[in-house]
């Protein structure tokens, strides 16, 4: 019998959340702040014929990964250009990102980083609040 399209086998699960270092791909939170398991995201989304293959694979967390959905470009607000998104298995996670100075906004260092904060919604409302208290009591932001 062969695998559903889509299935994870439990063996490459585990190796992507060791790679992963336990945390989502794009906004470093840990399982821990998360209080639920973190999901596999296709980084290359199903919807555009995204295999479902270690090098396609990532941690993320369930925000991230519903706000990414089946995106795989967002324009640069600074631009308007049609930029692909943020690879967390390929790119380098503080090349295209930063932490605001009081740790609680991501800021997009290069046009990559400022379309998939904008895609996956890395700053609205909602985040914005946890993470104030997260820092407020010293969780927050990750110091790697
Ligand atoms: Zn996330």
């Given at each position: 019998?062969?695998?559903?399209?889509?299935?994870?086998?439990?063996?490459?699960?585990?190796?992507?959340?060791?790679?992963?270092g336990?945390r989502c791909g794009y906004c470093l939170r840990t399982?821990?702040l998360?209080?639920?398991?973190?999901?596999?995201?296709?980084?290359?989304?199903?919807?555009?014929?995204?295999?479902?293959?270690?090098?396609?694979?990532?941690?993320?967390c369930?925000?991230?990964?519903?706000?990414?959905?089946?995106?795989?470009?967002?324009?640069?607000?600074?631009?308007?250009?049609?930029?692909?998104?943020?690879?967390?298995?390929?790119?380098?996670w503080?090349?295209?990102f930063?932490w605001?100075?009081?740790?609680?906004?991501i800021?997009?260092?290069?046009?990559?980083?400022?379309?998939?904060?904008?895609?996956?919604?890395?700053?609205?409302?909602?985040?914005?609040?946890?993470?104030?208290?997260?820092?407020?009591?010293?969780?927050w932001p990750p110091?790697d």
């Open positions: 019998m062969s695998p559903s399209k889509g299935y994870i086998a439990a063996a490459l699960r585990e190796r992507i959340i060791q790679q992963a336990r399982e821990a998360l209080g639920m398991p973190m999901t596999i995201d296709h980084i290359i989304p199903q919807a555009a014929d995204g295999p479902t293959t270690e090098e396609n694979l990532w941690l993320a369930r925000r991230c990964n519903e706000f990414k959905g089946g995106q795989t470009h967002a324009p640069d607000p600074e631009t308007s250009e049609w930029i692909a998104l943020f690879n967390p298995r390929q790119q380098t503080a090349e295209h930063a605001s100075e009081d740790g609680v906004e800021l997009g260092k290069t046009p990559c980083g400022r379309a998939t904060i904008i895609a996956l919604q890395m700053n609205n409302p909602e985040i914005i609040v946890a993470r104030r208290l997260w820092v407020s009591v010293g969780w110091q």
